[in-house]
């Protein structure tokens, strides 16, 4: 070794670190004949909505409605008095505002209302009803994509047989 930066080639062959290149060529396999495509199958005319369930799920209330607003209550009580709180004390510092005016008592409950209906939101999106009512929002926008589908078809298989009708009339109108 000529420099202590710099291993040659045939070091690195004798110290194991690389494998000399020999006999090791593999040819390409041969070309394989490529089939034509095979003919499509028309769909069947049938419409049917059965859709499979994306998640299956039983949502089984045993509680009332007042025991579920009072849990939403208690999830969302301390999170908005924080949030509220906090907008208080940077309008106090930030805005020069005095800390109990008719400013400030705004402030809090606009920034309460709005903490509010942002967990609302994710609560209705979170809990069992509202993954229920997501998943029916994603069957119904699927029941009418293949009813979209089957309608178009429909108006074209009909402007078909119109022009089909017409050319028969022609024809024989014309005999």
């Known amino acids: 070794m000529n420099n202590k930066n710099q291993v040659s080639y045939e070091e690195q062959i004798e110290q194991g670190l690389i494998r000399p290149q020999r006999g090791q060529f593999v040819p390409p ?6 089939l034509p495509p095979m003919p499509q199958t028309p769909l069947s005319a049938d419409v049917r909505f059965d859709l499979p369930a994306s998640a299956t799920q039983q949502t089984i209330v045993r509680t009332s409605g007042v025991d579920r607003a009072r ?7 301390e999170l908005g008095i924080v949030f509220g709180l ?3 004390i940077v ?5 020069d505002w005095p800390f109990l005016s008719l400013w400030t008592l705004t402030l809090f409950a606009v920034t309460y209302a709005i903490t509010w209906a942002w967990a609302y939101y994710q609560h209705k999106h979170t809990s069992g009803e509202g993954v229920s009512l997501y998943e029916a929002k994603v ?5 009418k994509t293949i009813v979209k589908a089957h309608t178009r078809q429909f108006e074209l298989d009909r402007e078909q047989a119109r022009s089909e009708r017409a050319d028969l009339h ?3 109108m014309g005999q």
């Open 29 to 34: 396999a041969p070309r394989m004949e490529v």
């Open 91 to 95: 309008g106090y510092f930030v805005g």
């Open 71 to 77: 849990g939403f209550q208690i999830e969302t009580r």
């Open 139 to 143: 069957k119904g926008e699927a029941v």
């Open 170 to 172: 022609n024809r024989r």
């Open 86 to 88: 906090g907008m208080v």
